[in-house]
């Protein structure tokens, strides 16, 4: 039922959506040198790698960490980059990895490929075992702000309680949650 869901969300996501994905996706074209896409290495379902596409916020040659670890972020950032961030505009191109079945419309998620701290607890509760989200129980419980170890709380208590309910709650927060642009770091 969630594969379903996930793929008509997605489809009507993808159609009320093509305008701003364009706009945005000439934004960056037209800022900064370098493709409109950031394909990142994330990890999946079982801990299985995977690429991620994101609209390009940061400079070309950006190191591939965790943006909290970069010395001075903002000096990375692409001249709309923080604006890309803050509305989660960045996120859209994810819908893709709904598509091909890479990602959930929710869950946790998907950590960086070299997040080892993340992965390892993730996995030590079960979390791995579900498919990462474009939003989750977490990010509307504190998003960018949250430490490790209750971030992974969070995913946990998702892993015991999801339903379709809670995934619909979810949506609805987070729409709120970007709206408002609560929690976003960089």
């Known amino acids: 039922m969630k594969r379903v869901l996930d793929l008509v969300l997605c489809l009507v996501a993808t159609l ?9 996706a000439l934004a960056v074209r037209l800022t900064s040198p370098g493709p409109v896409l950031y394909w990142s290495d ?12 994101k ?3 940061m ?24 604006f890309l961030r803050k509305s989660s505009l960045d996120e859209l191109p994810q819908l893709w990895s709904i598509w091909v ?17 993340l992965i390892a607890l993730r996995t030590q509760y079960g979390v791995e075992r579900l498919l990462p989200g474009l939003t989750g129980w977490a990010q509307v419980n504190g998003r960018d ?15 015991q309680q999801q339903s379709v309910r ?3 709650y979810i949506v609805y927060r987070t729409a709120f949650k970007v709206l408002r642009q609560d929690g976003v770091s960089h």
């Open 59 to 82: 400079r070309v040659g950006t190191p591939a960490v965790a943006t909290h670890l970069l010395s001075q972020p903002d000096r990375y950032l692409t001249p709309i980059g923080s």
């Open 166 to 168: 809670l995934d619909l």
């Open 42 to 53: 994330r990890v999946g379902r079982n801990n299985v790698l995977f690429r991620m596409p």
């Open 55 to 57: 609209f390009r916020s």
């Open 101 to 117: 079945g890479d990602m959930s419309f929710v869950g946790p998620r998907p950590a960086l490929f070299n997040q080892h701290d």
């Open 16 to 24: 009320l959506l093509a305008l701003p994905l364009l706009l945005v």
């Open 145 to 159: 702000e949250l430490p490790i170890p209750q971030k992974v709380a969070l995913d946990v208590y998702y892993l």
